[in-house]
């Protein structure tokens, strides 16, 4: 039996994005759970590896530099034959894993070579949701469950393992308590967003912020949000405006560093996940990075035109309200439920 062999190799496929290699995290455990002898590899973008570093379930770490091209992209994979593994799970399905299973699975013929799973990007579901609002997916909405899901015919269970399943380095953490200083164990707030229609209303960040005033607050984002900024202006004296100004690394210490999280569907709140911070999620147009574990509280407006498109890259198809589905969230809503998130247990 494959639980049983100390010789077994399992390799992960996932080069990105943040929030996507964030949420795969639970992969490993969920693996490892199952077969608790095996030794997993993870190949990634150079830039998410830092982000994989100290899982206790991740024994090698392969990192791939965009900048050597297809060709670079054939040579690891060529390297990595002769790891002989048992087990490849393709999480990501794009033209660059498929490049690494050709090479790594002979022909593709079933019986020669590894064991081999890819996850389906389940293109004719979302093609039913989103053109013609027409919802097969099973609900509710689970990222970490979508991931772990496809590894079921190995006796992998699809509930995510339990957090932390991030592990900042000490490195990190120590930068993230510098830039910190007397902010260690505020709120942290994630504003941003990779499309707009993800963000709630910068103004009600404002508004969120005036409406807590014995709290302190840590604004994250990256070097290109600089509306981050009139966030922070609203209270200077007890927000800390840390925008552009950390690595991923760093950053998911700083959350480590929080006592609780708000923020859109974004890295940071898989990262928050991956902790079990307390966390409040503000849900808008896209299905596919649902929170699910339950120190996540989901603040959602049930809309016939949720969701609207894979990333909530819109445009918003809303013809009564436009955002509707995260103008709907008050700043009062979030205040509340957020207070109500500070009150429980740790």
Not at 56 to 62: A, V
Request: aromatic fraction near 8%; charge should be positive.
């Amino acid at each position: 039996m494959f639980s049983n062999s100390k010789t077994a190799k399992i390799l992960v496929i996932r080069f990105s994005s943040f929030g996507d290699v964030v949420q795969t995290l639970s992969v490993p455990s969920a693996l490892a759970q199952t077969f608790p002898q095996s030794e997993i590899h993870w190949i990634t973008r150079k830039d998410m590896a830092p982000l994989l570093k100290n899982h206790p379930h991740i024994h090698r770490i392969w990192e791939f530099d965009r900048k050597v091209g297809l060709g670079g992209l054939i040579k690891l994979s060529m390297q990595m034959r002769a790891e002989n593994f048992t087990h490849i799970y393709d999480a990501h399905n794009n033209m660059r894993s498929h490049v690494i299973t050709w090479i790594l699975c002979p022909l593709g013929i079933i019986g020669v070579g590894p064991i081999f799973i890819r996850r389906s990007i389940r293109r004719w579901k979302r093609f039913l949701l989103f053109r013609f609002r027409i919802n097969t997916f099973e609900m509710p909405f689970n990222g970490q469950r979508d991931l772990l899901e496809p590894l079921q015919p190995w006796g992998v269970s699809k509930v995510a393992p339990p957090a932390p399943q991030i592990f900042p380095s000490e490195d990190s953490t120590a930068k993230a308590a510098e830039v910190l200083g007397d902010y260690k164990g505020a709120i942290s707030l994630a504003p941003s967003a990779a499309f707009f229609l993800k963000r709630w209303p910068k103004e009600y960040w404002k508004d969120l912020i005036a409406l807590m005033p014995t709290e302190k607050f840590v604004l994250l984002g990256g070097p290109e949000d600089s509306f981050i900024e009139d966030i922070h202006a609203v209270a200077p004296e007890r927000v800390l405006n840390l925008a552009g100004k950390c690595s991923l690394q760093v950053s998911s210490a700083v959350v480590a560093h929080s006592k609780a999280v708000v923020s859109n569907d974004t890295g940071l709140l898989h990262v928050a996940e991956q902790l079990g911070k307390k966390t409040v999620a503000l849900m808008g147009p896209a299905p596919f990075g649902f929170p699910s574990r339950p120190s996540t509280k989901i603040m959602e407006i049930q809309l016939s035109c949720r969701p609207c498109s894979k990333h909530g890259q819109g445009p918003c198809v809303n013809k009564e309200k436009f955002h509707q589905c995260l103008v709907d969230i008050t700043p009062a809503q979030v205040a509340e439920t957020l207070r109500t998130k500070l009150a429980e247990p740790s």
